[in-house]
């Protein structure tokens, strides 16, 4: 019953295989958590400033944390483009990802100060401490966070702008050939236990380490290798995903030998007919 959202595991061990053969493909990763690092400590010092004054501490609030997930979403955007070049030719160029991301950053930008809206509303619920409110903005956020992640790909890939993105991708998943909520569960498992881990590292070294400002530095570095490692697997899985979807309607058949071959291998129980997409 649970093997369909456990593939995702497998997959993620196909990923690593990418990695190996193509390095580069972690190329925008490390520039993002180089990137949000600093940021988010520029960040926390600036706002430790602004907080005096209600009005300046929010905006502070609302153009730093759009920011951080405009830099999420830009460095995501180029993972898209070299995995889709990765699968499709064998070859992954960083300045063809520049270039497509480019040419989508107006849509990148919106996505991002939405999220970023969220997140504000979400923390002033809380503030507030409207449990109701804080749990409806929760869902709310998770559920866009993975629309943004879902939606990439037809913005990178095909070109299209932010609400071509939705209407791309609702045609591509109307008859839901390749079962993506299957693949959003999976993926939600996976960052889960990642963020489990990773977040209980964080605030165990806030707490032990005995130089406050070192504590801090790996808090935040911890934070964003979470962010950054959840952000690559999503792009990575997402863009295999939307390639499959794509195939599935040029052929008018649901074949999981369709798929690009790392997500094909991971769903190779389904069928027993080889890969037929790149990589």
Request: with cysteine; aromatic share 12%; glycine share 8%.
């Amino acid at each position: 019953m649970f093997a369909p959202y456990l593939r995702v595991f497998k997959f993620t061990g196909e990923v690593f295989g990418m990695i190996k053969d193509n390095p580069r493909l972690l190329a925008p990763s490390a520039m993002n958590l180089a990137l949000a690092t600093v940021a988010s400590i520029v960040l926390a010092v600036v706002y430790a400033f602004a907080s005096e004054y209600q009005a300046l501490g929010f905006l502070v609030l609302a153009v730093g944390v759009s920011g951080l997930y405009f830099i999420d979403y830009l460095m995501g955007a180029m993972t898209v483009s070299l995995v889709y070049d990765q699968v499709t030719t064998g070859e992954a160029s960083l300045g063809q990802a520049a270039s497509r991301t480019f040419r989508a950053s107006p849509g990148i930008l919106v996505f991002a100060a939405i999220s970023g809206a969220l997140d504000l509303l979400a923390s002033y619920a809380r503030e507030r401490r409207d449990i109701l409110a804080s749990i409806l903005l929760m869902v709310v956020r998770a559920v866009w966070t993975t629309a943004v992640y879902v939606l990439m790909p037809a913005m990178v890939i095909e070109g299209t702008g932010f609400f071509g993105a939705f209407k791309r991708s609702k045609q591509l998943m109307k008859e839901d050939p390749t079962q993506v909520g299957v693949g959003v569960v999976g993926i939600g498992i996976v960052t889960y236990l990642l963020g489990a881990v990773v977040f209980t590292l964080a605030f165990g070294a806030l707490q032990a380490v005995p130089i406050p400002l070192v504590g801090v530095l790996i808090f935040f570095m911890l934070v964003n290798v979470y962010w950054t490692v959840s952000g690559f697997l999503k792009s990575v899985y997402y863009t295999c995903f939307y390639l499959w979807a794509r195939e599935c309607e040029q052929r008018g058949a649901a074949d999981p030998s369709f798929a690009p071959r790392p997500l094909a291998n991971a769903l190779s129980d389904l069928s027993m007919q080889p890969a037929a997409v790149g990589y």
